[in-house]
């Protein structure tokens, strides 16, 4: 298997095994059909690449269509996020935003009277946005640019960027589509939180690579597009937001001092990070072992909890249900692991003894709606405990 970004032959440092789709919530009648493929992550070792990547990714039209589970305005405090991000976009200015999912963002973006433009390959949510008055365009980036010519000050991606393989195919035509002064901003999980963490259920099929801001410089500065800033953000249990430029500038000194402690990051630190993984398996069974007889669900049907519960082996034996308030995934099983997807309301009216949350990344959100529940939480991020 080739590097995606240089083409430098690449290996595992570790497997996950056979994983289902992570959004790929289904009916008991397509269990017997379920797509399966090898989650296994590798780290390109050219020195002037490095970067993170899975080893197999299944096509993007297994993963976005007509049907995808996972909707942005789920959150308030993302909600949140994306407004306080448009106030930094100067007002009035000429926006392309790639995989708007539900227009959450684009919606902020119009407050501000930009000109904005969505583009999101997952048809349902993309009409989610059309119906909510704004331009989008349901297609792949890649289908857009073929006849896109105008160019515009901003083209932004949340979440985005990181669920796409060709990385240089994607990085000529938005260096194309960006005026000479125009940005490129784009945020996703940070590499170096997810190593520090142990939050291995990052890694699945959309997330094909884990960027920092030394694979990103490297990775854009080919195709004109220069890192002149990168800025920690505290969603999505650690992420990154990098602006890019076609001018070449002197980066501020928060990317320079970030580079820095990213150059410390030994190769020893993803064998350690594997050892780390299969030992938070073991903590995850050993505490669910313990509670024998207990009422235990899950809170937060995410992408990320596809990779625990199927490395974990855990099914509807351990997790009776897993709560959430998305209604397309509601009523469905969780891929892999079948446990059933059920209503909020049935959470809230029935508490279990325990619920795992499996919205780590959501904690401060989850917490402060969640006063009245009088069972435990139990956590696996950044550690395994009982809360
Ligand atoms: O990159 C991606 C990120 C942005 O979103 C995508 N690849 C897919 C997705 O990942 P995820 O599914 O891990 O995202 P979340 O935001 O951690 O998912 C949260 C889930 O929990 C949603 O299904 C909504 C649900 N939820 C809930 O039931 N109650 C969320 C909150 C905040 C709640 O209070
Ligand atoms: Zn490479």
Known sequence: MQCRVCNTEIHPFMTFGQMPIANGFLTADQIKDEYFYELAPAVCGNVICGMFQLMEQPEPQRMFHENYAFHTGTSKYMDAHFKAWAQRIAPGSHVIEIGC????????????????????????????????GLRVRAEFFQEFARTAATQVDYILAANVMCHIPDINGMAKEIARLLKPHGQFIFEDPYLPDMLRQTSFDQIYDEHVFMFSASTVKRAFAPHGLHLIRCEPQPVHGGSMRYTL???????????????????????????????????????????????????VVGYGATSKSTTMLNYCGLGPNEIQ?????????????????????????EFMLDYPDFAILLAWNHAAEIMAKEKKFRGRWITYVPNVGIQ
């Open 321 to 345: 249900y897993i709560a959430d308030t998305t209604p397309i995934k509601q009523g469905k099983l969780a891929p892999g692991s079948h446990i059933p997807i059920r209503s909020y309301e």
């Open 245 to 295: 430029s076609p001018v070449n500038m002197p980066g501020t000194k928060g990317l320079e001092d970030t580079l820095e402690r990213e150059a410390a990051i030994s190769k020893n630190a993803y064998w350690h990070f594997a050892e780390r993984c299969s030992e938070r398996r073991e903590a995850i069974n050993a505490l669910l072992g313990k509670l024998n007889g207990a009422k």
């Open 101 to 132: 999912n539900d227009g959450t963002f684009l919606q902020h973006l119009k407050a501000r009277y930009c000109d904005c433009v969505g583009i999101e390959p997952a048809k349902n949510v993309a009409l989610i946005a059309q119906a909510k």
